[in-house]
């Protein structure tokens, strides 16, 4: 299974974004998620996370600004991102711990990165 995220690009701070990440093959099930990014010359971080028990949490440097959630019919994780701030620059990195059928353990999996740059 490999995963494919999206939805990064150029935006102006203030202004939003959202991410995709989804597999590339029909799975039984997403059970937790996760998204983490990289600034430039920085170790990957993490962002925010949810499961499938209805749980979030975030980062707070993003805390109120960046909505993390799932849908569950399209098997697709989403990163809602507004107000942009320069700071939240860098490449990111869905994570996602999947039933592949009814039967399997979950195994995780992270996607390619999509780069997001904030700047006017």
């Known amino acids: 299974v490999q995963l494919q995220a999206s939805g990064g690009g150029l935006v102006q701070p203030g202004g939003s974004l959202r991410l995709s990440c989804a597999p590339s093959?029909?799975?039984?099930?997403?059970?937790?998620w996760a998204w983490y990014r990289q600034a430039p010359g920085k170790e990957r971080a993490w962002v925010a996370a949810?499961?499938?028990?209805?749980?979030?949490n975030y980062a707070d440097s993003v805390k109120g600004r960046f909505t993390i959630s799932r849908d569950n019919a399209e098997n697709t994780v989403y990163l809602q991102m507004d107000s942009l701030k320069t700071e939240d620059t860098g490449r990111y990195y869905c994570?996602?711990?999947?039933?592949?059928?009814?039967?399997?353990?979950?195994?995780?999996?992270w996607g390619q990165g999509t780069l997001v740059t904030v700047s006017s």
């Open positions: 994570h996602l711990s999947i039933r592949r059928t009814a039967q399997s353990r979950k195994s995780d999996y």
């Open positions: 949810g499961t499938s028990g209805g749980a979030t």
């Open positions: 093959r029909s799975i039984f099930s997403i059970n937790e």
